[in-house]
């Protein structure tokens, strides 16, 4: 695991988005996992922009989101669909039939949980995976206590992640209680993943994430067991980690050559 610690998010997602930019230049038809939430929106602002001016080329390159929820109409600005039509897909030319995202209106759930595991092994396996973290260590939505194996399938939303998440609904509207996500294996096949996190409210599930033992109470904790994982913080994010003189440390002493730049 390589923990980098920013001066801020826009340069934690800026280095973010030149790993997904130098992936798709030696890759064209790379598959990319992707993440909703604030914090990964301006790694995709970040995109746009390398799109519009470096003509960054998105036409061969297939995505697979990590969650939706349940119930929830494509068209509803709160769903996931939405989100990734708004915040990045209407603006590259990413071929509509390349891009995946759970279906929260699937008819039958468990046989598009299948499905959707398989069309990620056809396409490849996601070549680079992109994660928030939520304030009680959730990857995708698998909450705590979800299986560290589990694959795409519906989960329930713990109330701390509802109220998180509250912002995104109307004041008049319910949030959800029911999701579909990625399970955590299914992200682990990842080959590359580049969790993000900043500010002060993800410091505590950071630090129990990095440093504290591997248990499914804290569902990003697995990432400690994954080959090729980057971490990128801001220094809120970071204020817990016991070891961040050593992870300063470590990146500054990094080979030239091993930089992303
Ligand atoms: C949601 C998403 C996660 C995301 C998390 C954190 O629950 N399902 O993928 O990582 O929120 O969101 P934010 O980045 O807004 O803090």
Request: one cysteine or more; a negative charge.
């Given at each position: 695991?390589?923990?980098?610690?920013?001066?801020?998010?826009?340069?934690?997602?800026?280095?973010?988005?030149?790993?997904?930019?130098?992936?798709?230049?030696?890759?064209?038809?790379?598959?990319?996992?992707?993440?909703?939430?604030?914090?990964?929106?301006?790694?995709?602002?970040?995109?746009?922009?390398?799109?519009?001016?470096?003509?960054?080329?998105?036409?061969?390159?297939?995505?697979?989101?990590?969650?939706?929820?349940?119930?929830?109409?494509?068209?509803?600005?709160?769903?996931?669909?939405?989100?990734?039509?708004?915040?990045?897909?209407?603006?590259?030319?990413?071929?509509?039939?390349?891009?995946?995202?759970?279906?929260?209106?699937?008819?039958?759930?468990s046989a598009h949980c299948a499905e959707y595991e398989a069309d990620i092994l056809k396409a490849g396996g996601i070549d680079l995976q992109l994660l928030g973290i939520g304030g009680e260590g959730h990857i995708g939505?698998?909450?705590?206590?979800?299986?560290?194996?589990?694959?795409?399938?519906?989960?329930?939303?713990?109330?701390?992640?509802?109220?998180?998440?509250?912002?995104?609904?109307?004041?008049?509207?319910?949030?959800?209680?029911?999701?579909?996500?990625?399970?955590?294996?299914?992200?682990?096949?990842?080959?590359?993943?580049?969790?993000?996190?900043?500010?002060?409210?993800?410091?505590?599930?950071?630090?129990?994430?990095?440093?504290?033992?591997?248990?499914?109470?804290?569902?990003?904790?697995?990432?400690?067991?994954?080959?090729?994982?980057?971490?990128?913080?801001?220094?809120?994010?970071?204020?817990?980690?016991?070891?961040?003189?050593?992870?300063?440390?470590?990146?500054?002493?990094?080979?030239?050559?091993?930089?992303?730049?």
């Amino acid at each position: 695991m390589e923990i980098i610690i920013v001066p801020d998010a826009q340069s934690g997602c800026a280095y973010a988005a030149r790993m997904i930019e130098k992936l798709i230049v030696r890759k064209p038809k790379a598959v990319l996992g992707l993440a909703t939430g604030s914090t990964p929106i301006p790694v995709y602002q970040n995109l746009i922009e390398k799109h519009q001016k470096n003509n960054l080329d998105f036409s061969q390159v297939t995505t697979f989101n990590l969650d939706e929820y349940l119930g929830l109409d494509p068209s509803h600005p709160a769903s996931y669909r939405y989100f990734m039509r708004e915040n990045l897909f209407s603006k590259i030319n990413i071929p509509e039939n390349q891009i995946h995202i759970p279906d929260g209106l699937a008819h039958d759930i468990s046989a598009h949980c299948a499905e959707y595991e398989a069309d990620i092994l056809k396409a490849g396996g996601i070549d680079l995976q992109l994660l928030g973290i939520g304030g009680e260590g959730h990857i995708g939505f698998n909450e705590p206590s979800s299986s560290l194996t589990s694959r795409t399938r519906v989960k329930t939303l713990i109330p701390r992640t509802r109220e998180d998440n509250k912002r995104f609904f109307k004041p008049n509207e319910e949030v959800p209680h029911h999701v579909l996500t990625m399970g955590i294996g299914t992200i682990m096949e990842a080959r590359t993943i580049v969790l993000l996190a900043f500010g002060a409210a993800k410091a505590e599930a950071i630090a129990r994430s990095l440093e504290g033992p591997l248990t499914a109470r804290i569902p990003a904790s697995i990432l400690q067991m994954h080959q090729n994982t980057v971490v990128l913080l801001d220094e809120a994010a970071a204020s817990k980690l016991e070891m961040i003189d050593y992870y300063r440390y470590v990146y500054e002493n990094k080979c030239d050559w091993q930089r992303v730049k």
